[in-house]
């Protein structure tokens, strides 16, 4: 059982940025890989980005490539979300999901469980 909780979520200008984390409870964190999903308004929820259990693997979605970064302290049992160069679409709910499948998977089907979410909005 895990359970996650996400934080560092709030209102930016476009073009600046935020760091979300997402504290996880549990002494198996390390066994699982960790993602992250959002869900506008109106919209399903979509991926984000993942990363392995080990942290030498992501994946990202193409809207977020080169300027979000997925990293994770096993340590800390904690990963994080670090989103540059924030544009009004990505205003959402973010959530923070844990997978014991294998690492890569962009479907919210493949991820165990998950955190309440953090709202981020993006004023242009």
């Known amino acids: 059982q895990v359970q996650l909780v996400e934080s560092g979520g709030g209102l930016v200008q476009a073009g600046g940025s935020l760091r979300l984390s997402c504290a996880a409870s549990g002494r198996t964190f390390n066994f699982y890989n960790m993602g992250w999903f959002r869900q506008a308004p109106g919209k399903e929820r979509e991926f984000v980005a993942t990363?392995?259990?080990?942290?030498?693997?992501?994946r990202y979605a193409d809207s977020v490539k080169g300027r979000f970064t997925i990293s994770r302290d096993n340590a800390k049992n904690t990963v994080y979300l670090q989103m540059n160069s924030l544009k009004p679409e990505d205003t959402a709910v973010y959530y923070c999901?844990?997978?014991?499948?294998?690492?890569?998977?962009?479907?919210?089907?493949?991820?165990?469980?998950w955190g309440q979410g953090t709202q981020v909005t993006v004023s242009s």
């Open positions: 999901a844990a997978s014991n499948c294998g690492f890569g998977s962009t479907s919210s089907l493949n991820y165990n469980y």
């Open positions: 990363i392995s259990w080990s942290g030498t693997s992501t």
